[in-house]
């Protein structure tokens, strides 16, 4: 860790955590590595993005930062505060502070609630001393906050679209006026128009009430938009971290080239030939060496073979998990001349 | 080429007229989600319809195949299947010409695979159901189908099950089935909504390389306007039910003319858009079928609008090749 990391501000640190799965019977020894040996910060009032496919381990790591799972091993420092050694008062409060939003806006409301009843219920658990009144008063805020009417208060979620639903998950998050919350796949199930809608909305209220994001997605356009700093995972590794800037500019991983690669053309720009990466192996064990060989352009080196890369600087605040870091050009030229 | 091969590429094998879908919603009232839908598909032509949910566009789809939910009906419109009026058919006709003349690929490759069958068999009951074929030569020609679709080792992965295979690989098996009988035209409703942008971008590299080799007509229906500019050769965007842009993809996509395709466009988050200013959100709802605004069905949310657009409901008129249903269309003679 650089000096310059540790000035950063941060409020959340991810120590060395990890947590693996024991899938089926217990002597099969068949082990999932969902999340292997990763550490991260968060900076107080930034959004770090988190991209990767499915299976990479990048929803298991979110839950972990809330405490919504146990990890293997590692720690999660929260402003000071260690999450897995916090006392029930210590974690009571935890709780108000840390919240989050899930993919799916029906699945995660309780259709049998009013919306009134949705968000209100954190401030029932978390502040009984309200009145009803007050209680009434607060999520007629909340929803003017996320751009909701109050006729909506007495609604079922089933009368609402998905959009207006996901507005009523957010409400609820900020209910307690948190300062983290993690944003799962937020917008990947609303349409395009309602899309735009929600993360003009998440970035306005991010700048009002100072809040931090872990902004999980598989949608590289929505990361580049939403996130300072981001960081790419594949099979519960990071293997690249940097800024904005440094991902979308200059990115190094031949992953991050192939994810970018196969996103949509922006309208109008013609698609050009990127990276494409191998076809991903059926088995659930992991490849020696560098676990992404089986899929790289590269990854018939040996040296890809028998050692496991870790993070390291490649440019001032972007670090790279690869044993040949380059711009998608040289690799392309790299992987033609080897294929020859 | 001979002039033979030439008509080929150029006939018409699907021909839409004036489609209307209806829906019983109880009490002898109903609503109609697909409001006069027309258009056609030529051999070898890949036509998207963009829409939101909602939009009508998946219910356009199940009224091709004739798939509709029980309370649901096609009320008006013609439905030409290689000149055939297929709309009206009985149903044991129709059973022959779906999956043969006219297949669909769903969303979700999990929930259109049986669990508990081989994907080899699966491939193989599709095979059968249009050809009398034997055990041994459906089974060759499911190996071959997997080949063609890309399934690395098909001879090795045929007797495995769904479940051991990844998300794409379930969707490269459901395309096989699709694909089985040589249909003259092929639906795919948001295949790849469900996967992995690296797997999404294979898969429709090796879709379109399939409908090319075979000159199929596909229609793609997807909500995503990027994937349907970079597959497509003809974009319809539906919006409430009817068609309000149609053009060419690229041109669709370069000078949109109907006020709602341009905010569509302007709200796609993409790669190299500015992140420091905001994105230009349509703003409102789109429209339920319960309750359509009057005049132009997307007044509430247009910057456009002027007093005609909440009375009087635009007809197509033809704009810089467009055909778009806009009283006040960008490019036209303006408000």
Do not use: W
Not at chain 1, 85 to 113: C, G, H, W
């Amino acid at each position: 860790m650089t000096v310059a990391d540790l000035d950063r501000d941060s409020l959340i640190t991810v120590e060395s955590i990890s947590r693996h799965f024991r899938p089926g019977r217990r002597r099969s020894g068949r082990v999932i590595r969902a999340v292997d040996d990763v550490s991260l910060e968060l900076a107080r009032g930034e959004t770090l993005g988190l991209v990767g496919e499915s299976g990479s381990g990048k929803s298991t790591l979110a839950r972990l930062l809330l405490r919504l799972d146990k990890p293997t091993s590692g720690r999660v420092v929260f402003d000071g505060t260690d999450v897995f050694a916090s006392t029930p008062s210590e974690l009571r409060r935890l709780r108000r502070e840390m919240q989050i939003v899930f993919q799916d806006p029906y699945a995660s409301l309780n259709r049998r609630k009013t919306v009134e009843q949705i968000i209100s219920f954190p401030l029932v658990v978390h502040e009984p001393s309200l009145g009803r009144a007050e209680r009434s008063r607060r999520v007629a805020e909340l929803l003017e906050l996320v751009g909701l009417r109050p006729e909506h208060a007495p609604a079922h979620p089933r009368h609402l679209s998905g959009g207006q639903c996901q507005r009523v998950s957010i409400a609820r998050a900020l209910a307690l006026h948190p300062r983290f919350v993690v944003l799962d796949e937020a917008v990947s199930a609303v349409d395009v128009s309602i899309q735009a809608q929600i993360l003009n909305l998440l970035r306005d209220l991010q700048q009002r009430f100072s809040l931090t994001y872990l902004f999980v997605t598989h949608d590289l356009a929505v990361v580049r938009y939403m996130a300072n700093t981001i960081a790419v995972m594949y099979l519960g590794r990071i293997v690249e971290l940097g800024s904005r800037e440094n991902l979308f500019e200059s990115p190094r991983h031949p992953y991050t080239h192939a994810l970018l690669a196969s996103s949509p053309p922006s309208p109008g720009v013609e698609q050009t030939a990127g990276v494409v990466l191998r076809e991903a192996p059926a088995s659930d064990t992991l490849a020696s060496g560098c676990r992404f060989n089986p899929r790289c352009p590269l990854g018939r080196r040996s040296v890809c073979q028998t050692v496991d890369p870790p993070l390291q600087t490649v440019a001032s605040g972007h670090q790279v998990a690869c044993h040949f870091p380059q711009s998608a050009e040289s690799l392309l030229a790299e992987a033609s001349r080897e294929a020859s | 080429m001979t002039v033979a091969a030439t008509d080929r590429l150029t006939e018409t094998v699907l021909a839409v007229r004036g489609l209307e879908v209806e829906i019983a919603v109880g009490h002898g009232a109903s609503i109609r989600p697909v409001r006069g839908v027309s258009f056609e598909v030529r051999s070898g032509q890949r036509t998207g319809i963009v829409g939101e949910s909602g939009s009508g566009k998946s219910l356009t789809a199940f009224s091709l195949m004739r798939l509709l939910p029980p309370r649901a009906r096609i009320a008006a419109g013609d439905v030409y299947l290689r000149g055939r009026e297929v709309s009206r058919l009985p149903e044991s006709e129709m059973a022959g010409l779906r999956g043969g003349k006219i297949s669909l690929i769903y969303q979700d490759p999990m929930s259109s695979l049986n669990p508990l069958q081989s994907v080899g068999y699966q491939v193989m009951e599709a095979i059968s159901a249009h050809d009398r074929v034997g055990r041994r030569e459906a089974r060759d020609r499911a190996i071959e189908l997997l080949r063609d679709v890309g399934l690395p080792q098909p001879e090795r992965r045929v007797d495995d099950y769904p479940h051991e295979f990844s998300g794409g690989m379930r969707q490269r098996v459901v395309i096989a089935m699709a694909i089985c009988a040589n249909p003259d035209v092929l639906i795919a409703d948001e295949p790849t909504t469900s996967l992995d942008v690296t797997t999404q971008a294979r898969i429709m590299d090796m879709l379109a390389q399939i409908v090319a080799e075979r000159q199929m007509g596909v229609i793609l229906i997807t909500h995503d306007l990027g994937l349907a500019a970079s597959f497509c050769d003809d974009i319809h965007v539906m919006y409430a039910g009817r068609f309000v842009e149609s053009g060419g993809a690229a041109s669709v996509l370069q000078h949109p003319t109907h006020p709602y395709s341009e905010a569509l466009l302007e709200s796609i988050c993409h790669l190299d858009r500015d992140v420091t200013t905001p994105i230009a959100a349509i703003g409102g709802q789109p429209p339920s079928p319960h309750e359509l605004p009057s005049g132009c069905p997307f007044h509430p949310r247009c910057a456009r609008a002027q007093d005609v657009c909440t009375s009087e409901a635009p007809g197509p008129v033809d704009v810089a090749g467009h055909m778009t249903e806009c009283h006040f269309p960008i490019g036209g003679e303006g408000p």
